[in-house]
């Protein structure tokens, strides 16, 4: 049987007003929350957009979920976890204001902040990775609710519901899984030998040597600490060495997050604003196709084909092989298929007539 994906459009001059009030019918006729009971707390997966971004989807839009959870009596709560690269949204204390910068406060949004830390081992059964390594928060929480951007990603082609889930909830350690197998490597003209590296390294693999930083690529466990740590940017990662397993890595951290809510979960993509690069390009990204609309499915997988094939028709072409001709979107939403996380083949229930 094929999942429904639920979609309304949204043009290139609908205000944010008349973008809400179509928001508002696709909740109300999607029901896609009808899972949630009293008292169940809801992880509501966002992106805050980095410093500068602004193709991030709307806390004003963002509110109507949490509105439609509070209705059923849930606590909806705002999360995502920190970044691999150094940014605002690398320490939870400069996300937190940086997110409430971007209006997701509780009066806009209506609901509380919590940046997911720590590290949770997760088996999973795969030939790509032993085991997945997410913050420990989305395991505990009752529900997930996954409020997506859908744009394009230099390193999987596009990113949509399933991306904002095995990327977005991957703990510092998982993300670097994802992206290589290789240690941090120092850029030694930009070291300072300030040793900040060194204080936070949980396994003394790095020292000075040549008055510079210096990663022991054995005894590194890659949990990527050093590269938060470096006020200097001078550590780094070979991001194209992961280019061939990545998007299957990021596959197996969404099963690892999603295990024991296959009836606990729904997802949102906001293809509006659609860009190049995803959100964490500290700029105005300019759209890469016009404005297309919001889908809403409970089966990440049929939702994010369907939003990859609304697109390609309204554009006329494919905008992300376009963008990244060197990656495929669809060989994560294949391999997430083969792993029972959703079913390429959907029914799109179109609400805009």
């Excluded at 008055?211 to 470096?230: L, T």
Aim: glycine share 8%.
């Amino acid at each position: 049987m094929k999942n429904k994906v639920y979609f309304i459009s949204v043009g290139d001059f609908d205000d944010l007003e008349s973008i809400k009030t179509k928001f508002g019918r696709l909740l109300e006729e999607s029901n896609i929350l009808d899972f949630l009971k009293a008292d169940e707390t809801v992880a509501v997966k966002m992106h805050f957009g980095e410093e500068g971004n602004t193709g991030y989807v709307k806390p004003e839009y963002v509110r109507l979920v949490c509105d439609s959870i509070k209705a059923k009596q849930a606590k909806p709560v705002l999360t995502d976890t920190n970044t691999l690269y150094k940014g605002e949204r690398t320490v939870s204390a400069t996300h937190i204001l940086l997110a409430r910068k971007h209006g997701f406060t509780e009066e806009i949004a209506a609901a509380p902040i919590v940046i997911a830390e720590d590290s949770l081992d997760v088996k999973v059964e795969s030939k790509f990775l032993k085991a997945a390594q997410i913050a420990p928060f989305f395991r505990t929480v009752d529900a997930i609710v996954g409020i997506a951007h859908f744009k394009g990603h230099l390193m999987t082609g596009f990113g949509g519901a399933l991306k904002n889930i095995g990327m977005g909830c991957a703990s510092r350690e998982g993300k670097l899984l994802q992206h290589c197998d290789l240690a941090p490597f120092v850029k030694t003209e930009k070291c300072t030998a300030c040793g900040a590296c060194i204080q936070v390294c949980p396994v003394d693999a790095i020292s000075m040597k040549n008055e510079a930083a210096f990663v022991n690529k054995q005894k590194c466990i890659g949990c990527a600490s050093c590269i938060a740590a470096c006020p200097e940017m001078a550590i780094d990662l070979d991001w194209e060495s992961g280019a061939p397993v990545i998007q299957e890595r990021m596959i197996d951290h969404a099963r690892a997050v999603l295990q024991g809510k296959e009836k606990k979960m729904a997802f949102i993509n906001f293809a509006i604003k659609i860009t190049k690069e995803c959100d964490c390009l500290a700029k105005d990204d300019p759209r890469i196709c016009p404005d297309v609309g919001i889908f809403a499915s409970k089966d990440p997988v049929a939702l994010d084909k369907a939003t990859l094939d609304v697109i390609i028709k309204a554009c006329g072409k494919d905008v992300f092989q376009e963008a990244h001709p060197k990656r495929d979107g669809l060989k994560h939403l294949f391999y997430a298929s083969r792993m029972g996380l959703g079913g390429i083949e959907y029914e799109l229930i179109n609400l805009s007539y």
